[in-house]
């Protein structure tokens, strides 16, 4: 059934012009849209991506900044790819969350299983040619944005190696350890990242809103703070770009519950207002979904990427987290 059209929200603003970033599709690997710099001096090979969803732009503008200003690594190999391509080409400004993907969802597929599985996809074709290069990867930071506002959330993973490479790099100033999504494995949970005997490692940074004009900032600090790290390129080319460092103590939160949502009459209690909220006492009531009440389950609990647009049964609706510094 078609939804009533008073229940479709107003659209957010698109404050960002997005890049051409056609000009970048030869790439210089044989794979579209994938550039690799091998600087021939020993060091990790090092990898940026914008696009694993194709309406978050912010990844796009920050990749696109990096190549025009001819980013190379001074050790290692140096990579910027930008993922799915095919889903960005789609992009409608009328309808802007419908850009997310072609098919399905090209952060849920990584799985061995499904990676080698029978189904097709637009979303698994372009996987299965990245995943070679993948393997390749030792570090990786996977950019994204979100759907509504929210201060920049780096989730990463549940291992210690992820937590200690957000905790390196010192920003953003909010850390999430989550284990990702029922529906499917993410890129960053992919094969060696999550293996906690292997140091390779990935990072996802969620810069903020899609579209506005904070999230792309966020995406190339977030990206200059990740080569610093690893110490990748000139200290003259980070600061000619790099702000300074006046980051917050960073806070780690660790995600205790994710809610879904279960049926058509979920609204939150206490509003989500763009900021990280933090419920301070047990028990409070954050939500109702029909006639269950949903109340927080320790004190100060955050409020984790919460939804407020299209919330539809089966979504996730806000996950809870515990401070654990
Ligand atoms: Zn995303």
């Not at 980013?71 to 790819?81: D, F, I, K, M, N």
Request: charged share 25%; hydrophobic share 40%.
């Amino acid at each position: 059934m078609p939804e009533p059209e008073s229940a479709a929200p107003p659209l957010p603003r698109i404050d960002v012009a997005f890049p051409d970033i056609a000009r970048w599709r030869a790439g210089n690997t044989g794979l579209p849209h994938v550039w690799r710099y091998a600087s021939g001096q020993p060091g990790p090979h090092v990898a940026l991506q914008a696009l694993t969803h194709g309406n978050e732009v912010c990844g796009a503008i920050a990749l696109d900044f990096l190549l025009r200003h001819e980013v190379r690594p001074v050790r290692g190999t140096l990579s910027l790819c930008f993922a799915n391509t095919a889903a960005f080409d789609t992009w409608n400004p009328a309808e802007p969350f419908k850009s997310r993907f072609v098919d399905e969802d090209f952060n849920r597929v990584w799985s061995d299983a499904v990676l080698e599985g029978s189904r097709d996809s637009s979303e698994l074709r372009r996987a299965r040619e990245l995943r070679g290069f993948y393997d390749s990867v030792d570090y990786l930071l996977d950019i994204h944005s979100m759907s509504d506002p929210c201060p920049p959330l780096m989730l990463a993973g549940t291992r210690d190696k992820g937590i200690e490479l957000a905790l390196g790099l010192g920003y953003p100033e909010h850390v999430i350890v989550d284990a990702g999504h029922s529906a499917g494995r993410r890129l960053r949970d992919y094969g060696r990242f999550d293996d906690p005997a292997d140091p390779r490692a990935a990072l996802l940074i969620e810069c903020g809103q899609h579209w506005t004009t904070d999230s792309p900032v966020v995406a190339l600090q977030t990206a200059l703070r990740f080569l610093r790290h690893f110490g990748m390129v000139e200290p003259a080319f980070l600061e000619r770009h790099l702000a300074p460092d006046d980051v917050p103590r960073q806070r780690v939160i660790e995600v205790t519950a994710s809610i879904p949502i279960q049926t058509d009459a979920f609204s939150f209690v206490w509003p989500p207002d763009g900021t990280l909220t933090v419920v301070p006492r047990a028990g409070s009531l954050i939500a109702r979904d029909g006639p269950t009440e949903i109340r927080t389950p320790y004190d100060d609990c955050a409020l984790v990427m919460p939804m407020r647009r299209r919330a539809r049964p089966g979504d996730t609706a806000v996950r809870l987290g515990r401070f654990r510094n």
